[in-house]
């Protein structure tokens, strides 16, 4: 199968920055799609950003992120500047793959990076 592995969360003030960093690894032929999504304990999860053949990012973002992908690495990153408080949140990479040419494409999910802005 396939594991998604998340890094670089942590503590930061309040308009501070974090970098996100998810590897993929395993039984993988290509990765369509990389993309970061949150969630706040009680609330849905919530698209941060993707990049497929295009980027798209949340509402919620406003200039302050930017998605990015070293497909040498299998390796997706979120940069993350002017944090708010309202940006804490477990942060989830989600990638979809398929793992042998022209084979099904799968979802897959790492196990999330906490992200903790303070005041």
């Known amino acids: 199968q396939v594991q998604l592995v998340e890094s670089g969360g942590g503590l930061v003030q309040a308009g501070g920055s974090l970098r996100l960093s998810c590897t993929a690894s395993?039984?993988?032929?290509?990765?369509?799609?990389m993309a970061w999504y949150r969630q706040i304990p009680g609330r849905q999860r919530e698209l941060v950003a993707a990049s497929d053949g295009t980027i798209n990012y949340g509402d919620f973002v406003k200039g302050r992120f930017t998605i990015s992908r070293d497909d040498t690495k299998n390796t997706v990153f979120l940069q993350m500047n002017s944090l708010k408080p309202e940006d804490a949140a477990v942060y989830y990479c989600?990638?979809?793959?398929?793992?042998?040419?022209?084979?099904?494409?799968?979802?897959?999910w790492g196990r999330g990076t906490q992200v903790t802005v303070s005041s």
């Open positions: 989600n990638a979809v793959i398929n793992s042998r040419p022209a084979g099904p494409l799968v979802a897959y």
């Open positions: 395993g039984l993988i032929f290509s990765i369509k799609t």
